[in-house]
């Protein structure tokens, strides 16, 4: 069986760690990764724990596939209390960390409490130790790495944080392998509370699967069949880098704090542009695509940029300066912070600038000025304390809430929703706040076939979507394998020895959804939070394929009210008694 069956729950105060039994129903209700640690979050975490405070939880969680042959199912899933928006939080992080921890004999591990002095958490196999990290404070992300490998084995893999999760900022993120991060919702604060420099892992030992040469032989006729396809193998040739022609010709390309959707100088920062400083390629464990794309200009060396980096650091800042932004992606990624949300808050402290709301010396542009900012945000003095904040915060204390793109507290990611308007559905009713991975309707929209400007259909669209993506999320699949639900009933099938359908897949997703829901709505979320900025509904686009467009708040409610609907939830967005008992959600 590809479950350990084990997780290893360690309380930091006490310093005493122990091996409990992984509930086996849960399992099945919820599969892995997000959904399992979501269910062990939901039910261990009493409501309105402050998010930096001991009482939270931290559970690092595998997946059923984790440690085994299939192809791109190396990533660990990361569940918490968002300091950034108060949600539920869940991130997923690459590399071989995950793989590393199955073969230590645990499925998840839940870290509990606030170690006393800066801590690093050390796990080999049945060796569990909470030690000294004083040596490690202070230190970037990628240092750390460094370190540890010095001190224990170059062979170890590691999660770490960089001054920002020390410091607490709220968008700081988790590192592994230099250039793999959780990125979202402020994971790495929740770390750096916990007086948690790092967590290093080394195992021995194995996972099994049923009738491995039967097993081996369809994961090979997968590859073949339906990874290494045009369909995936954009991943490889070009990266995430390739959006941005994509978003550029249809409009959707955040441009100055999504005051436009296009960019004049887009070709300075895309695909092509990236190609020619291009210096290596990087795969995660068991990856057959290879998506990491090492790149080398002045003084820095990154794996991307990717897509999001390129347009929340690059052209949503005003910034066309390819060798600027690989800077600033490496500082953010050694500081330990999420290019995402440094870059929105960086956009929206510039258009404060120019509109005369509040000076910070910013201006769209300005490359001197935006390199200087990831290190005050992670040191937290000068402006970086303001802008530590993030945008939401940001535009409470000097205005502009109209233009500060966030949703419950988090930027939005690189996708312009008047050109999509299923996109601003799925970031609206996202349950960490504004977040491409949840739903993606742009491909169906932007990029596809479907009418972008209507709200017919989109609800049923975007349910559909999120449903998948929980799935996909927690059996920890890369979001670039464009598999099928057929697909993954027949490979959890085989690992499980009994028919998996389709159909129970997505009730999987559903159920997973809405317990996310539940959480939220335990925290105190509302209606009232499932919007949009103002400049959505109030200001059209002024350049490209979406000239002249806004989403109608008339539309968008009407879009709202029907998700809602279709999902069983009543008029405020809470999921009725009914169809938490039909999805035997508690």
Same mark, same amino acid.
């Given at each position: 069986m ?37 269910k ?6 009493a ?8 009482d939270?939880k ?18 660990l899933a ?26 230590a ?12 002095? @800066?801590s690093?958490l050390?796990?080999?196999?049945k060796?569990? =130790?909470i ?6 404070w ?6 750390? =790495? ?10 170890v ?5 960089? @001054?920002a ?5 709220t ?24 007086n ?5 892992v ?14 081996a032989?369809?994961?090979k ?21 390739l959006?941005?022609?994509?978003? #550029? ?6 441009? !100055?704090?999504? #005051?436009?959707?296009?960019?004049d ?9 990236? !190609?020619?400083?291009?210096?290596? !390629?990087?795969?995660?464990?068991? +990856?057959?695509?290879? +998506? ?14 990717e ?10 800042c ?12 490496d500082? +953010? ?9 440094v ?16 000076d ?8 001197e ?10 040191a ?8 530590g904040l ?5 535009s ?8 500060a793109m966030?949703?419950k507290?988090?930027?939005f ?9 299923g ?20 491909? #169906?929209?932007?990029y596809?076939?479907l ?10 669209l ?10 996909k999320?927690?059996?920890?699949? +890369? ?16 690992l499980? =020895?009994?028919?998996?359908? =389709? ?5 999987v ?8 829901? #539940? ?7 509302t ?6 900025p103002?400049?959505?509904? !109030? ?13 109608p ?9 029907e ?5 069983g ?15 035997g959600?508690?």
């Amino acid at each position: 069986m590809s479950y350990t069956g084990k997780l290893l729950r360690v309380n930091l105060t006490t310093g005493h760690s122990q091996v409990e039994e992984l509930n086996k129903q849960w399992a099945v209700d919820f599969i892995g990764g997000k959904g399992l640690g979501l269910k062990y979050l939901y039910e261990e975490l009493a409501p309105g724990v402050a998010p930096l405070s001991p009482d939270n939880k931290l559970i690092l969680m595998t997946g059923l596939f984790t440690g085994t042959i299939i192809p791109l199912s190396g990533k660990l899933a990361i569940i918490t209390k968002s300091p950034a928006t108060g949600t539920i939080l869940d991130c997923s992080i690459g590399g071989h960390f995950a793989a590393e921890l199955k073969y230590a004999g645990y499925d998840a591990v839940i870290l509990e409490g606030k170690a006393s002095k @800066p801590s690093y958490l050390y796990i080999e196999d049945k060796i569990v =130790e909470i030690r000294d990290a004083s040596e490690l404070w202070g230190q970037g992300a990628q240092e750390t =790495e460094l370190i540890l490998r010095e001190k224990i084995n170059q062979e170890v893999k590691a999660l770490a944080i960089g @001054p920002a999760g020390e410091n607490l900022v709220t968008m700081s993120c988790i590192t592994s392998e230099f250039y793999r991060q959780a990125g979202r919702g402020g994971v790495g604060a929740v770390m750096g509370s916990k007086n948690l420099k790092a967590i290093a892992v080394r195992g021995s030992g194995s996972i099994s699967v049923p009738n491995i040469k039967q097993f081996a032989s369809s994961m090979k006729e997968f590859m073949q069949t339906d990874i290494l396809t045009d369909t995936n193998l954009w991943a490889n040739t070009d990266g995430t880098a390739l959006l941005v022609d994509f978003n #550029q010709d249809t409009g959707i390309l955040p441009t !100055k704090n999504f #005051q436009q959707g296009t960019f004049d100088d887009y070709q300075a920062i895309n695909s092509d542009a990236l !190609k020619a400083v291009r210096s290596g !390629k990087k795969g995660c464990f068991s +990856c057959a695509l290879g +998506c990491g794309n090492y790149s080398r200009t002045g003084r820095s060396t990154v794996e991307g940029p990717e897509y999001e980096t390129l347009a929340l650091g690059g052209s949503n800042c005003g910034i066309s300066d390819l060798e600027a932004i690989i800077e600033f992606n490496d500082l +953010c990624d050694n500081l330990g912070m999420d290019t995402i949300s440094v870059g929105n808050v960086i956009a929206f402290a510039m258009e404060l600038t120019e509109k005369g709301i509040k000076d910070f010396g910013l201006r769209f542009g300005d490359v001197e000025a935006y390199l200087k900012i990831p290190g005050l945000i992670a040191a937290q003095v000068g402006i970086g304390v303001d802008l530590g904040l993030g945008v939401k915060k940001l535009s409470e204390k000097y205005g502009g809430s109209d233009f500060a793109m966030h949703v419950k507290g988090l930027e939005f990611p690189g996708y312009e929703p008047r050109g999509s308007w299923g996109m601003g559905l799925a970031y609206a009713t996202s349950d960490r706040g504004a977040c491409h991975m949840r739903a993606w309707p742009v491909a #169906q929209e932007a990029y596809g076939d479907l009418d972008a400007f209507t709200v017919e259909g989109k609800a049923q669209l975007v349910i559909e979507l999120q449903h998948y993506n929980a799935v996909k999320f927690s059996l920890i699949l +890369c979001d670039f394998w464009a598999l099928s639900l057929e697909t993954m009933a027949t490979i959890v099938s085989n690992l499980l =020895e009994r028919t998996v359908t =389709e159909q129970e897949l997505s009730q999987v997703g559903e159920r997973v959804v809405n317990l996310a829901r #539940q959480f939220n709505v335990r925290e105190g979320f509302t209606k009232d939070n499932d919007t949009l900025p103002g400049r959505i509904f !109030k200001e059209t686009l002024k350049t490209g394929a979406t000239k002249g467009q806004l989403l109608p708040l008339e539309e968008y409610e009407k879009m709202l009210a029907e998700y809602y609907s279709l999902r069983g939830w009543d008029r405020d967005g809470r999921p009725t008694d009914a169809k938490l008992q039909e999805l035997g959600v508690n």
